[in-house]
């Protein structure tokens, strides 16, 4: 009886010892604690496609990571009060914890940090994506500092509408009068000289979007519209996609419009140079991971290749005469119709398999009955063979 109830005990004790064991293997690799700020709010395209690109990357790593992410919201509040409010917040909320990284997402959350990174961040490395206005004055005297510059090919998607509109003789700029805005339109103004000589380009900026859609609809027919960055009115009021394009009523639009901005594509806008905020977000992960594996921030270069892809929609294309064949290689074509073959390929292929297994089981018949015939001939010649042997035998 007690030589039972030893091996029992001794049962439970290893039965718990390899139930807990990788529990303790997982606990003994500490999390290393990532921060994700956000200068936008959640919902836009943009900030979502960043997400979805750095989670991803993460999911993926060995680093156990534990990733926290705050929207500063900056579209729909951006004052010096409402700043002041959110270095109070961050500073409390974080007071005690040591993050192994920072990611900032565009502009004003890297200015943000910038400002508040000793206090609030405790001196943590900070990986940026997204910024606009980059030049190398703006890290003087930050240390453990790098990321990835958004520089959207502004140029490319110019001079691709006027390739694709050879008629063009005017090219209007729309974007709104925030940070973003400001530095897209400095941009255009770089490159001036640069596009086509023969169209004029003309700027409807720092408007209200009803008085930006009243001159659009007064352009003459040979214009070609570039909408850039417009989250927020004259006003102060955030404005999301659908809201843009609806106030300017460009799904109605007689002249075709071009943007890099992925959000407005779907809604009434041909295409143009997209920036990808998924590979985007890959990347800055990715610098994240260099850092929590040891190496420093200061040593990761900047990178300054933003991502981007030459992206339309198919029935602006259409609805414009665009042939496929004059987009860039490469181009990604929303909604485009499926083949006949697209529509209907898991149809074909069990027809395929119908008509393969019935030829199958034809061939397998017609070899039977070849073999049937060919079985009955013999036995036919046999029994002749045997009627004339046992004919010739004497009675």
Not at 17 to 31: E, G, I, K
Not at 347 to 360: D, E, H, K, P, T
Request: glycine letters at 6%; hydrophobic letters at 45%; a neutral charge.
């Amino acid at each position: 009886m007690l030589k039972n109830r030893l091996t029992r005990v001794v049962a439970v004790i290893l039965f718990l010892t390899f139930c807990c064991w990788p529990a303790t293997l997982v606990q003994s690799q500490p999390s290393r604690r990532v921060l994700l700020l956000h200068s936008y709010h959640s919902g836009m395209t943009w900030v979502d496609d960043l997400n979805a690109g750095i989670s991803e990357v993460f999911r993926k790593d060995q680093v156990n990571v534990y990733f926290q992410v705050e929207y500063m919201d900056t579209k729909h509040n951006s004052g010096v009060e409402y700043l002041e409010m959110l270095h109070e917040l961050f500073r409390a909320k974080y007071a005690g914890l040591k993050f192994d990284v920072v990611i900032t997402a565009d502009d004003a959350a890297f200015h943000f940090v910038r400002a508040h990174r000793q206090e609030v961040f405790h001196g943590a490395p900070v990986v940026f994506c997204g910024l606009n206005d980059y030049s190398p004055e703006i890290l003087e005297g930050l240390e453990d500092v790098t990321g990835i510059v958004e520089q959207g090919d502004v140029k490319s998607t110019l001079d691709l509408a006027v390739r694709l509109h050879p008629r063009a003789r005017q090219l209007a700029i729309i974007t709104d009068n925030s940070d973003t805005g400001r530095t897209m339109k400095a941009q255009v103004e770089r490159v001036r000289k640069q596009l086509n000589p023969s169209v004029q380009l003309v700027f409807l900026d720092n408007l209200p979007l009803t008085v930006i859609a009243d001159r659009l609809s007064l352009l003459p027919a040979d214009s070609v519209v570039y909408l850039g960055p417009y989250t927020v009115d004259l006003s102060g009021v955030g404005m999301d996609p659908a809201s843009v394009v609806r106030t300017l009523r460009l799904d109605q639009s007689s002249l075709p419009v071009y943007t890099t901005n992925r959000s407005f594509l779907g809604r009434g806008l041909v295409g143009g140079y997209v920036i990808s905020g998924v590979a985007l977000g890959k990347r800055a992960a990715g610098l994240a991971i260099r850092i929590i594996n040891g190496e420093t921030a200061s040593a990761v270069p900047i990178l300054v290749e933003t991502p981007e892809l030459p992206m339309f929609d198919y029935p602006q294309l259409e609805r414009f005469s665009i042939a496929l064949s004059e987009l860039p290689a490469g181009s990604v074509v929303l909604r485009q119709p499926l083949s006949f073959y697209g529509q209907f390929r898991n149809w074909i292929l069990l027809a395929l398999i119908f008509v393969g297994c019935q030829s199958a089981l034809i061939v397998v018949l017609t070899l039977n009955i070849r073999k049937r015939k060919k079985a009955q001939e013999e036995l036919r010649e046999s029994e002749k063979k045997y009627r004339s042997l046992t004919s010739s035998l004497p009675e």
